[in-house]
């Protein structure tokens, strides 16, 4: 149920292509954020499949970003 209220898209791959209430307020917020100088955003969230779906809007929209997750190497997250 968590996933779900996240997008529908995580349980249901029906509606993958369904947006989110929850993705498109976080979407216009960083867009905001982002069209100030020298601003950055940090998002957390406990589902690497939503981090997943976030990191497609961020490419989609040709936003700098890096994602670390559980995967991501020591040396990396130094970085």
């Given at each position: 149920?968590?996933?779900?209220?996240?997008h529908a898209g995580l349980l249901d791959k029906k509606k993958e292509s369904m947006s989110s209430g929850k993705l498109k307020i976080l979407g216009e917020?960083?867009?905001?954020?982002?069209?100030?100088?020298?601003?950055?955003?940090?998002?957390?969230?406990?589902?690497?499949?939503?981090?997943?779906?976030?990191?497609?809007?961020?490419?989609?929209?040709?936003?700098?970003?890096?994602?670390?997750?559980?995967?991501?190497?020591?040396?990396?997250?130094?970085?």
């Amino acid at each position: 149920l968590r996933q779900t209220a996240c997008h529908a898209g995580l349980l249901d791959k029906k509606k993958e292509s369904m947006s989110s209430g929850k993705l498109k307020i976080l979407g216009e917020m960083v867009d905001e954020v982002l069209a100030e100088d020298n601003h950055k955003v940090l998002i957390f969230s406990q589902f690497t499949t939503v981090l997943d779906i976030l990191e497609d809007y961020l490419a989609y929209k040709e936003y700098e970003f890096c994602r670390i997750d559980g995967s991501t190497f020591m040396e990396e997250r130094e970085k």
